[in-house]
């Protein structure tokens, strides 16, 4: 008996996988191209709103504010959001959509599952809150 898969001749199964692989080249693309994008959007905008900040800034500003802590504005800040803020970004992107899948593929195999998501969301968001409070405090620290 033949199986399923083997009616269609291996062109075939080779052109959708070269396809898939095609595909997946231009959202890879898409999405680095976007993320980049964003960043340098973002890294504009907050270049040119601390800069009309400390140019409208009164004397009594520059006369009471370190030049040190000025230039940490600058160069800490926009570095954060130059090369950190897209990275992030990204990695958020991806792990929310790795879960959602892994929580629909789990559920569609085993359908009890999705009663379970929900206790365990809200264990899960009770410890992630506890540390992001840590988090916090600990990057205040630094």
């Known amino acids: 008996a033949d199986a399923k898969y083997e009616k269609q001749s291996e062109s075939f199964y080779l052109g959708y996988y070269a396809l898939i692989a095609v595909v997946l080249g231009i959202v890879t693309f898409l999405r680095s191209y976007l993320l980049a994008r964003f960043g340098v959007h973002a890294s504009f905008i907050l270049h040119k709103n601390v800069l009309a900040s400390v140019l409208h800034a009164p004397m009594s500003f520059f006369d009471t504010t370190p030049t040190g802590r000025i230039l940490s504005r600058f160069s800490k800040d926009l570095y954060a959001v130059d090369l950190e803020l897209s990275d992030y970004l990204d990695f958020f992107l ?9 929580f629909g593929s789990i559920t569609f195999v085993t359908p009890w599952f999705g009663i ?19 988090s916090r405090e600990t990057k205040r620290l630094e």
Not at 94 to 102: A, R
Not at 119 to 132: A, T
Request: aromatic content about 24%; proline content about 4%; glycine content about 0%.
């Open 116 to 134: 379970a998501i929900f206790p365990i969301m809200f264990i899960y968001i009770k410890i992630l809150n506890y540390f992001r409070e840590v």
């Open 94 to 102: 991806y792990c929310s959509l790795f879960i959602l899948v892994s």
